[in-house]
């Protein structure tokens, strides 16, 4: 290994190192409650230094969501290779969400802040990977949608971009209900999973090919 690549691997560990830390200040406080100060003590090194590797906190903030990003893209990968057709590749896809929702809520919850007004157009390295994982997640589900309309197991009169949009949407929505509405389902007794799971029959039932099921 040259001393260039050796430098690189140093380089990238220290990234990481940074990482790993911050996420715990970010995962614990609301993102204004973190500083780049903060950030340094937590790891052990001065601030000037952090700059070599980060723009800003915004930036380790987006990079923080990035790692989260790709979990989730695994997650949604994974699933969907489940479905066995096109309809049933949508609902995979939307336990995807709610196991990324369920396994790794931190990340999650920063996915969502990321995606606020607060950070709207951000030039950030960091933001366009996201934006750009973002894209692809979109394109997974609308293949499964254009895969059930060519088997026949959802609606043809239906467009892609439009129902995959519907469904990451309400996902997001469905997962953070308030603790009012939350009360108002357990009266009836129906939990938060319960009505996740119904939500997702709904979605089903929407698209589907009544015709063939």
Known sequence: MSIKEIKKREKEQRRDYILDNAEKLFFSRDYDDVSMNQIAQEVG??????YLYFNNKESIYFAIVLRGVRIFKEILKNRVEL????????????????????????????YLYFKSKRFKDSADEYALQIEALTGDLM???????QE???????RNDVKPIEVAVFVAVT??????????TLKVLESQGI??????????????????ETTRN
Not at 45 to 50: D, E, G, P, Q, S
Not at 92 to 105: L, M
Not at 148 to 154: A, H, L, V
Not at 193 to 204: N, T, Y
């Open 45 to 50: 090194l001065n601030k000037a230094t952090l």
């Open 83 to 110: 479905g066995k057709t096109g309809i049933g590749k949508l609902e995979e896809a939307g336990r995807a969400y709610f196991e990324f929702y369920q396994d790794h809520p931190d990340y999650h919850d920063a």
């Open 139 to 145: 394109i997974i589900i609308c293949n499964s949608i």
């Open 148 to 154: 059930g309309i060519k088997d026949g197991t959802i």
């Open 171 to 180: 996902a997001e929505r469905i997962v953070g209900l308030g603790p009012t």
């Open 191 to 208: 939990s938060h999973e319960q009505f996740i799971e119904d939500s997702m029959g709904l979605w089903k039932h929407m698209v589907m």
